[in-house]
């Protein structure tokens, strides 16, 4: 029984679903983990000047002394690789009763998200520098073993849902290791926002037996900051003094201009399947968009509503939708929040959107704030039950096994 939820919250202790929660195993293990063809990336976080201390979201923690921080009231608090469970996964499972927390999917840390980055960026050459050849292949090799390393903590426990990252350079590819991680029992898969699918739009025809097979099998498809690529073509937009001197949380850079346009890759995706059909082709397809904040998905539903009312006359394509645009975000879409939004003004301008918004965590990941429980009831208090209850735990659960 958990004993830091507030008393508001009580009801819903044990049956809280998390979004959004990451491994976040020191670098001083990857190499125990992995085994030493993962040295370079060890190399390349250990020399870049910073550790633990100067910076939480840091992987490198010299003096590692084990998952051994003590799982009490500051849970809710501490963040970073030392935190409790953030390597040891009977211990989430503790941290995860002291939260009232029931499951939650846990994105990639250590080799599977940065070898995630490192792919979907390999051209830039700025990122880990000192990896100088090899990237794509090099990155490639982390992600199948990290793949690998998921379909082991897949069986450990139904709680702890870990998400596979899945980058390949064509269609066939990336169904061919869909279908292996989930014949291998993974439940949830992170696609890159910012890189086609396979070099194709997610909305191709070509990707129809991809979304039919994470439908079939219950599994959630998830977009999730970090390792995006570049929607973008150039970087010349970001190329300013002003943006200069910005620290970066690891997987993101928290300078002006990459926070208030991180959301437009996950937008684009997002925008991309529901237009192009995806949803009236998959209507038990799930989706989730997760840490890149709620801001942008009341606008896009009333946006794309409107184009389709004004302009829908026009469409003679046999594909087109069957239904505004906003019901399949509503219907097949969860999206996570930052806890310092105004999630309550959103529920407030956007019907609908308490059907879309879903709980998380981020835990151990610095950005997911201090006592986000509290601060977010604080927030939804004023709309009432069905409304905590909807974001804590009915929408989280469109993302989770219908087991959970």
């Known amino acids: 029984m958990s004993t830091l939820l507030p008393a508001d919250l009580a009801h819903l202790d044990g049956h809280i679903l998390d979004v959004d929660s990451h491994e976040m195993m020191p670098l001083q293990v990857w190499e125990e983990t992995f085994g030493p063809e993962v040295r370079p990336l060890v190399e390349a976080w250990r020399n870049n000047g910073e550790t633990a201390e100067t910076d939480k979201n840091h992987p490198n923690v010299p003096d590692y002394a084990g998952d051994v921080a003590p799982i009490d009231e500051e849970v809710l608090i501490v963040k970073g690789s030392t935190a409790p469970g953030a390597a040891d996964y009977e211990r989430r499972l503790q941290v995860m009763d002291a939260m009232g927390v029931r499951a939650q999917l846990m994105f990639p840390g250590s080799i599977g998200l940065y070898g995630t980055v490192l792919r979907a960026n390999h051209d830039d050459l700025e990122l880990f520098p000192s990896i100088t050849s090899g990237r794509v292949e090099f990155a490639d090799k982390c992600i199948r073993m990290y793949q690998d390393y998921l379909l082991d903590i897949a069986k450990f426990s139904d709680r702890i849902l870990p998400v596979a990252p899945i980058i390949e350079d064509d269609v066939e590819s990336v169904i061919a290791t869909a279908r292996r991680l989930i014949d291998s029992g993974i439940k949830a898969i992170w696609l890159p926002a910012g890189l086609p699918v396979g070099g194709v739009s997610p909305a191709s025809l070509s990707l129809d037996p991809l979304w039919a097979m994470c439908a079939e099998a219950d599994v959630a498809v998830t977009l999730h900051i970090g390792g995006d690529g570049r929607l973008l073509a150039s970087r010349a937009w970001e190329q300013a003094e002003a943006f200069e001197g910005f620290r970066s949380l690891g997987e993101f850079s928290v300078d002006p201009y990459s926070t208030s346009s991180l959301h437009v890759p996950f937008q684009n995706f997002t925008a991309v399947m529901v237009l192009g059909g995806v949803f009236d082709r998959h209507p038990n397809l799930r ?40 019901t399949y975000i509503k219907n097949n879409i969860r999206v996570s929040f930052f806890h310092f939004e105004p999630i309550d003004v959103y529920v407030d301008r956007y019907p609908g959107i308490d059907r879309v918004l879903s709980f998380s965590t981020d835990y151990p990941h610095v950005e997911g704030g201090k006592d986000v429980f509290r601060r977010t009831y604080a927030k939804l208090e004023r709309h009432g039950k069905g409304v905590v209850d909807r974001i804590f735990v009915e929408n989280p ?7 959970v």
């Open 287 to 326: 989706f989730g968009v997760i840490e890149v904040g709620a801001h942008w998905v009341g606008p896009l539903m009333e946006n794309m509503d409107m184009w389709w009312k004004a302009m829908g006359h026009f469409n003679k394509n046999p594909h087109k939708l069957k239904e505004l645009p906003s």
């Open 397 to 403: 659960g469109l993302l989770m096994p219908s087991s």
